[in-house]
Every structure is written in structure tokens, then in C-alpha cells.
């Protein structure tokens, strides 16, 4: 998306993209097909260098639904797997999240 301005799948190059996909420019995501009954919960950092608030914010624009989010100011893009506070920040909101979807099971 950065340098491109799209959410696509990989670019592997003219001659492989059209081997992979049938065109030489990978196909862009079509996010408004993702149904808006979906629940949706996403989070996004504001030191994020791969996943800015750019990007993030133009996903967003893209989906039907209005889903639920969080935005964790310090967190980079590693920070949501390896912050020492990710349970707190980030996993027990998730959690809930799915809970609250009343379709959520612990096997």
C-alpha cells in the first residue's frame, strides 16, 4: 500500500504475476465483499512503520461495516507480539470481543 497506493496480493513481477494471477499487476483485495454482518475487531499502533494510520484508516474506508477498534499509541508493529502489556492492551480486549459475539467456545 505504501508504495502503490492499493491493498493487493503479492507482486512477484510482471512474468510471475502473470504465471500466478493471468495479468502482469497482482489483483487488488476486494474489501467491501466482506460481508457487513461480519464482526470485525481490529488494532493498529501509532509507532507502526509497516501498518501506518494511513493505511489503517484507508482499510477502514474500504469495509461496509463499521468494526470495532483499537488503537494502541506506543505500539509498533512488533509491539502486538511481543509488548509485555499485550495481554492487557490487546489480547483480553480481543477475547472479550469474540465473547461478546455470543459464537466464541473454549474446547
Known sequence: MIRKGTFSKYDYGKLKNMIEYGKFKPPKFDLSRIPKSLPLWMAYGGNDALADI??????????????????????????????????????????????????FTSM
Open 54 to 103: 494511513t493505511d489503517f484508516q484507508h482499510t477502514l474506508k474500504e469495509l461496509q461495516s463499521t468494526p470495532e477498534v483499537i488503537y494502541l499509541e506506543n505500539y509498533g508493529h512488533v509491539d502486538f507480539i511481543l509488548s509485555l502489556q499485550a495481554k492487557q492492551d490487546l489480547y483480553d480486549p480481543m477475547i472479550s470481543f469474540f465473547k461478546s459475539t455470543g459464537k
